[in-house]
Structures are given as C-alpha cells and as structure tokens.
C-alpha cells in the first residue's frame, strides 16, 4: 500500500510540475510571437499581414565620412509579413515597397538636383530576430538619378546586405552607415553611399485600427 501511495502521490507531483509549461505554450500559441499589435505580448501578426512605416526626420545617402549627396524629407515602405514564429526566434517579411521624395543633392561635383530616387528589384527577402532585434534586407538596389550642368547622371548602386535595428520605443527601424557600393553608372558617379534613416511607427494595414507591430 506504502509503495501505491507514494507512486501516485510521484505522479501527482509529476502532473503539477508540468502545467507551468503547458500553460507558457497555451500563452505562445494565443498570439506571443516574434511580430505582435498593441503591445509586446499583444495578438501575432498573421502571414500576409502588410506592414506600413513613415519617414522620422530625414533620409540620407552620403559619401562615407562627409555630408556629400543626397537628403530626401520623405520616405515610406511597406512589408508582407511570411513567415512569425514564437517569440525570441526569427520572422520573415517581403519588402514589397519603398518610396523616396522630396531630396535634394549637395557636394557632388556638377549636381543640381534630384530628379529620382528608386528602389529597384522588388521584393527583397527581410528577416527580423527576435531576441536581438536585428533587422536584414537581403540584396538591395537603389537608382538614383541626379540633375547635372550636362543633362541627367544615373548611379545605381547595391548592397548584399543592409541591417537595422527594431524598437518597441516608438515602434520604429533604424538604419546607420549603411554602405551601398556603385554598381553601374558613369564615372562621374560616387564610388560608394552610406545609408541613414529612421523609419516609424511600423503599423499593420491588415487589421482595421492599424495598430503598431512590436517586435519580441
């Protein structure tokens, strides 16, 4: 009797320990994912889901080390979110968009103005950590086409990677230093470009209020 009483009472044991567990996964697979609205622990992001972010300040696109090239005061970009796993692990999103108005050019030789600038080969494969809070656009290209004394000059230029950093201050993607490297063009064009912008509140189009995506 001894020996039943203790097995049952190790079974018991056994069952109370585990309901912790059974009760963080219910909580996961209620909505806590790397991408949530309304707060960190907010509903998941569905697959599918477009992803909306404005300009905060200004965009640049600069020669290394100097304030030489292009500002432009507006920006926006939308994303499709693929792939939003629990949390800690890492989302995938399509960059499906990306606008840039309103620049102007300063410090390049012969430069007048900025007639366009483009984000071209869309979509491009985006992956957002969740516990580091990395963010990766994979094989990137911008033309930008300026106004020069002797008509029009094209640069295009790439980037096998451009990484930012996500914040649930503000819901917003930072990018810093960002080097893109001339891939065609004259030789009037600049060699290289250092990419910086802040990008905010990131929002989901999918769900009617447009609450703002957390990152977790």
């Not at 790397?34 to 404005?54: D, E």
């Not at 499906?96 to 050019?105: A, D, E, L, P, R």
């Amino acid at each position: 009797m001894r020996k039943y009483l203790l097995a049952v009472t190790a079974a018991w044991l056994g069952l109370l320990a585990t309901i912790p567990a059974v009760a963080a996964s219910a909580a996961t697979a209620a909505g806590h994912s790397v991408l949530t609205t309304g707060s960190a622990t907010g509903p998941a992001v569905k697959r599918g889901a477009i992803l909306k972010a404005g300009l905060k300040g200004t965009a640049t696109f600069f020669a290394p080390g100097t304030k030489n090239g292009v500002t432009c005061r507006s920006s926006s970009f939308t994303d499709r979110v693929t792939k939003n796993p629990p949390a800690g692990r890492v989302a995938t999103e399509a960059l499906t968009g990306q606008t840039f108005g309103h620049c102007s050019v300063s410090g390049v030789s012969g430069a007048k103005n900025v007639q366009n600038v483009a984000v071209i080969g869309l979509p491009y494969r985006t992956t957002v950590n969740g516990s580091t809070k990395q963010i990766v656009l994979f094989k990137a290209k911008t033309k930008v086409t300026l106004g020069t004394i002797l008509g029009s000059l094209t640069c295009t230029y790439s980037a096998a990677e451009v990484k930012g950093t996500a914040s649930n201050v503000g819901q917003v993607n930072k990018f810093a230093g960002q080097v893109f490297t001339l891939s065609s063009g004259s030789g009037a064009c600049p060699r290289k470009g250092s990419f910086t912008a802040t990008f905010g509140p990131v929002t989901d189009l999918s769900v009617k209020s447009h609450p703002h995506v957390y990152v977790n």
